[in-house]
């Protein structure tokens, strides 16, 4: 047998979506080769070099399963397997309404099956209560975007600008191990001494800070707010501000500017504890660079103040005049590999595709005519994610759950109580091509397609539409969530065209989307695979709009808000011999790692858990490096190893959140939630840290 022709494709991890091709081997085996793409210049990270490991692995889902009356989740048919969800649901909306039943999606489904299971939701189980794990990842980012420019894409502007700019200011993210390949694009920064990284851990992002190439701001977890109003205040006292673009191309600056009037140094350094010069160096750096970005990530966005947090961030950029203006700029990264994509075309449960608002009388209509369907069919907004998680089982809550693309038993906030909430459904149906933890806790197991089995598209963190392409023959099993949709859209009588073919959907898409915000009416599977740069909005006979705001900003009067902000202290305090947990991902893993956990390489780098903790913290609790430690709180107890390190405050700790059972950081983690985007506080909360017994080596499930 003769090697396939290479198939040009994208990483199936990270928004950075690094192109890469696969070629298949005699042997059956598939090999990944980096391609030059403007994201990563043919560069890949460990798990894109090992992510064709993925389609070998052992406990590929390959037929349906259901839970048979000892308990056990058993093999099945699919005809056998979807008549019984139907009959199910077709009950359940009978008995109680359609909102008793909800979906839950994910950020890494393709933009076919995000809009799919939006449209199946609202028009084939008539439901309103509809969310997706993207409201754990970017929704603060977004609220803050839409209420300040009028629409929300992660970078309004192409990776590649980076290149030449002489200052970046990095807030919250560790690039440098969850999306390596971006750090080629800070060089230019590093070489003007101008990179600038905010994190409570010397991550490997900030050690890129040392040497003269920039600078490292250490705040206490949970500060970043208070952070950026005193950086206001510094550019503002100094009349470091941009006045004739505030003058031109904002409003808001009078109550913004006395919002932030009580955040002197002084004061901003005691609750932060930066030191005031510090501030200080920060805020004249960003004032005097001569191409300047500021870029915000989930560690200051994923806090109750996630929203007012990342809205300070962009009145910083605004105060300095850079957003729109050609070399300079603002963005938020997008984390999940088609996080951009999966919050424009209806998995959200306040959204329509094209990022219309659900509200919106005009989006219905327009929508409705797409689908086939009286506007007044489709339901209005529903709850979201934490609050869908936590009806389950309630008075009025939901009766049934089928999740997609995402594994709730790990990633959730305070993850025992959804476990508890799962566990009271009637019916749960999970569909996955892995038996993850949420998986096994299922009614009904539906096995699917994953990324190189699967034709579709994705939108990476600039905005940018890309295709993926299927280089491996699936499982003869498995099977297209497009297919089951259509599958039980015909079981539940619902109206409306099913299409199965990627091609077709996203031509649906398009349709759907033309007009909005996040328009792709210009685009389809053809025009993508001529190779064209395509950054939405890409209307017929456009050619994209890589740059966004260069003219104007998407509000009515073409102008930016800023917004005043105030900081509030977080319910989670720290007192007496408590710690501050932060957590956050590592190099080799990803999101709940349902996938990174099943690569022998990755998994044989981080086999178990580890507690990041300062030398001096675990000296004053009598623990060593390596020994076994608890980590707790009033919700719950962590397993875990100790691991020494300087790099962090002595005030803090650090959990990764890739793994299950007794070592889910999520355990630990609140669910109280940001008052605008329901973004639940996954960055900060107090725990005790004790010596234990015995640790557990998290394993793959």
Not at 16 to 24: K, V
Not at 163 to 168: E, L, N
Not at 423 to 440: I, M, N, P, R, Y
Not at 516 to 541: F, M, N, R, V
Request: glycine share 10%; net charge negative; charged share 20%.
């Amino acid at each position: 047998m003769i090697p396939s022709t290479p198939t040009a494709t994208h990483c199936p991890y990270c928004a950075l979506q690094c192109a890469m091709s696969l070629t298949l081997r005699t042997d059956a085996s598939v090999a990944v080769d980096g391609r030059d793409f403007p994201t990563n210049r043919g560069g890949l990270c460990k798990k894109g070099w090992t992510s064709a490991d993925l389609l070998t692995a052992p406990g590929r889902l390959t037929a349906p399963l259901v839970r048979d009356d000892a308990g056990v989740l058993v093999p099945t048919s699919w005809p056998d397997a979807l008549d019984l969800i139907a009959t199910r649901l077709h009950g359940i909306r009978s008995e109680s309404g359609p909102d008793a039943i909800g979906v839950f999606g994910g950020g890494g489904l393709t933009n076919e099956k995000a809009y799919a299971l939006g449209k199946f939701a609202r028009v084939a189980l008539g439901t309103s209560r509809i969310d997706y794990n993207g409201r754990f990842c970017m929704s603060s980012a977004a609220a803050a975007a839409n209420r300040a420019f009028g629409i929300d894409r992660g970078l309004p502007f192409p990776l590649t600008d980076l290149d030449i700019a002489d200052t970046v200011l990095m807030l919250g993210s560790n690039v440098g191990d969850t999306m390596p390949p971006f750090l080629s694009h800070l060089q230019s920064a590093r070489a003007a001494g101008g990179l600038i990284v905010v994190d409570p851990r010397r991550s490997s992002t900030a050690r890129l800070t040392a040497d003269g190439a920039g600078m490292h701001i250490q705040p206490v977890p949970g500060t970043d707010l208070a952070l950026l109003l005193g950086l206001a205040h510094i550019v503002l006292t100094e009349g470091l501000h941009d006045t004739a673009y505030l003058a031109a191309r904002a409003t808001g600056f009078d109550a913004m500017r006395r919002s932030v009037s009580g955040w002197w140094p002084a004061r901003t350094a005691s609750v932060t504890g930066v030191p005031a010069d510090s501030l200080r160096a920060l805020a004249r750096r960003l004032a005097a660079g001569r191409s300047v970005y500021i870029l915000t990530g989930r560690g200051v966005e994923q806090h109750i103040d996630g929203t007012d947090t990342a809205t300070a961030a962009i009145n910083l950029a605004l105060l300095l005049g850079l957003p729109g203006t050609p070399g300079n700029g603002y963005g938020t990264l997008t984390g999940q590999g088609n996080g951009q994509g999966g919050r424009e075309h209806g998995q959200k449960c306040d959204q329509l595709p094209g990022y219309r608002k659900i509200t919106d009388a005009a989006a219905r209509e327009h929508v409705a005519r797409v689908w086939g369907i009286d506007p007044t069919t489709i339901p209005g907004p529903g709850l979201p994610a934490v609050e869908l998680l936590a009806s389950a089982g309630e008075t009025d809550g939901i009766r049934a759950l089928l999740v997609h693309g995402s594994n709730v038993a790990v990633s959730a906030p305070n993850v025992q109580s959804v476990r508890a909430a799962l566990g009271k459904l009637e019916l749960l149906v999970v569909s996955d091509f892995f038996l993850s933890e949420t998986a096994q806790l299922a009614d009904v197991v539906l096995p699917v397609l994953q990324w190189a089995e699967e034709e579709g598209t994705m939108t990476n963190l600039e905005g940018r539409v890309i295709r993926r392409r299927a280089a491996v023959v699936p499982p003869a099993g498995a099977r297209s969530e497009l297919w089951i949709f259509a599958e039980l859209a015909r079981r539940l009588d619902a109206p409306g065209i099913w299409d199965t073919v990627p091609a077709d959907v996203f031509d649906e898409l398009a349709r759907a989307s033309a007009g909005g915000p996040a328009d792709y009416s210009g685009l389809s599977h053809a025009l993508l695979d001529t190779g064209i740069e395509a950054h939405w909005p890409y209307p017929p006979q456009s050619s994209g709009t890589p740059h966004l705001f260069l003219e104007s900003f998407a509000h009515d009067d073409g102008r930016a808000r800023l917004i005043a902000v105030r900081a509030r202290a977080s319910t989670d305090v720290a007192h007496g011999d408590t710690l501050l947990l932060v957590t956050g991902r590592l190099l080799e893993h990803y999101q709940s790692g349902t996938q990174t956990r099943r690569v022998p390489e990755l998994q044989d780098a981080r086999p178990a858990l580890v507690v990041q903790l300062h030398p001096d913290s675990a000296r004053a609790r009598g623990i060593s490096d390596g020994d076994p430690v608890a980590v707790r709180n009033h919700r719950g107890v962590v397993r875990a190893i100790a691991g020494l390190s300087g790099d962090i405050r002595p005030d803090t700790v650090f959990l990764p959140f890739h793994y299950p059972g007794d070592a889910s950081a999520n355990l630990l983690t609140s669910d109280e939630t940001d008052p605008i985007s329901a973004m639940p506080e996954f960055k900060r909360a107090t725990v005790y840290v004790t010596r234990s017994a015995s640790a557990h080596a998290s394993a793959v499930s």
